[in-house]
């Protein structure tokens, strides 16, 4: 399994679609056995074409700060679980999240400057 979290410096980006890269996990048996950078394309994420290379590359969760619903929407209908509302260390994150401790906020970002999509 492959989990994607929007990243800055370290920790999760507060916004999927204008984060600095993403950093991949790679997981197996419940730990972590790898982890990759993929570079954050220009643009608003849900228009970007990144959920797509996210899909291909087997991503299957996607640790989110704040997502706007087109996001949410399109990394959804392309296999891609997302969970809200999380912040702090990315490794920390991960390993919360596979302890069973990341639970979805319910929160769709509205007033970026792409536009409620």
Same mark, same amino acid.
């Given at each position: 399994? @492959?989990?994607?979290v929007?990243? @800055?410096?370290?920790?999760?980006?507060?916004?999927f679609g204008h984060?600095d890269? /993403?950093?991949?996990?790679?997981?197996? $048996?419940?730990?972590v056995?790898?982890? $990759?950078i &993929?570079?954050?394309?220009?643009?608003? %994420? =849900?228009?970007?074409?990144?959920?797509?290379? #996210?899909?291909?590359? +087997?991503?299957k969760?996607? &640790?989110?700060g704040?997502? %706007?619903?087109g996001?949410?929407?399109?990394?959804?209908?392309?296999?891609?679980?997302?969970?809200? +509302? =999380?912040s702090?260390n990315?490794? $920390? #994150?991960?390993?919360? /999240?596979?302890?069973?401790n990341? @639970?979805?906020n +319910?929160? &769709? =970002?509205?007033?970026?400057? =792409?536009?409620?999509?």
């Amino acid at each position: 399994m @492959k989990i994607a979290v929007p990243t @800055k410096d370290g920790v999760v980006d507060s916004h999927f679609g204008h984060c600095d890269h /993403y950093t991949i996990f790679t997981v197996n $048996e419940g730990k972590v056995t790898m982890r $990759e950078i &993929l570079p954050s394309p220009q643009g608003c %994420g =849900c228009k970007s074409g990144i959920v797509h290379v #996210l899909s291909r590359i +087997g991503v299957k969760v996607m &640790l989110a700060g704040n997502i %706007g619903n087109g996001a949410l929407n399109v990394l959804q209908s392309n296999g891609i679980d997302v969970l809200r +509302g =999380c912040s702090g260390n990315v490794e $920390e #994150l991960v390993a919360a /999240y596979l302890a069973g401790n990341v @639970k979805d906020n +319910g929160e &769709l =970002c509205d007033h970026h400057e =792409c536009g409620n999509h």
